[in-house]
């Protein structure tokens, strides 16, 4: 079974823009989660979808959001990027959703904001 | 104020010997926890989990333990080999995931 994909794996962007990056589930998974790892804050929660609706939310700002796809794919949108957004991205699938079963991670996607 | 603090920002253990991972967190009214080990450029991947309901986890080389009184959480890996060489982040639920900001941990030779 092929594993949690995103893209992209690197991304460069300027204050002010904004970014969608992607991530595709493991076949079969029907919840994604979000994260953003940094140095100074460690591994943060973003939000969690399943079956297209979001179930759970961490304590980010409006400019976060995302949105889950039919197929289960899912993106998240980060608009008028600031310079602490620079961060790697991760999300991660579970089988039958919420965050208590087993994750998988994907790479991640390395965000960098100048 | 982080909720989950893991107070070692890095642990060397030898080969063989048992590795000791601490986690302290601030709510009673977490209920599920969880260890994940992250290598570089991977995400992290999930270890083991116990809920509140439990004192003790085992699997395999790797055990969790908790201490609700002290609001404590442990990860025991024995006996460590250079292959368990990462960051190990614990993990608490209450709806959402918070995440500790990690423990190096390296296992020597």
């Known amino acids: 079974k092929a594993g949690v994909t995103q893209t992209p794996r690197y991304l460069i962007k300027t204050r002010g823009q904004q970014v969608t990056l992607s991530c595709s589930p493991i076949s079969g998974h029907r919840s994604v989660s979000w994260y953003q790892q940094t140095p100074g804050q460690g591994l943060q929660f973003l939000f969690e979808?399943?079956?297209?609706?979001?179930?759970n939310k961490g304590n980010f700002p409006g400019r976060f959001s995302g949105r889950q796809f039919s197929n289960s794919r899912s993106e998240m949108n980060v608009s008028t990027l600031e310079l602490g957004d620079s961060a790697l991205y991760l999300c991660?699938?579970?089988?039958?959703?919420?965050?208590?079963?087993?994750?998988?991670f994907g790479p991640g996607t390395r965000l960098t904001v100048l | 104020d982080q909720q989950v603090k893991q107070n070692s920002p890095s642990l060397s253990v030898q080969e063989g010997r048992i590795s000791i991972l601490n986690c302290d967190y601030t709510n009673s009214m977490f209920d599920y926890f969880l260890w994940y080990k992250k290598y570089p450029a991977e995400g992290p991947t999930f270890l083991i989990s116990i809920s509140s309901i439990k004192d003790k986890n085992e699997d395999g080389r790797f055990t969790v333990f908790l201490n609700k009184s002290a609001k404590h959480l442990s990860l025991h890996i024995v006996p460590s080999q250079p292959g368990d060489s990462a960051v190990y982040f614990c993990a608490v639920s209450q709806g959402n995931l918070i995440f500790g900001k990690g423990t190096k941990l390296s296992v020597k030779p």
């Open positions: 991660a699938s579970t089988p039958s959703g919420g965050l208590f079963g087993t994750q998988y």
């Open positions: 979808y399943f079956s297209e609706t979001q179930r």
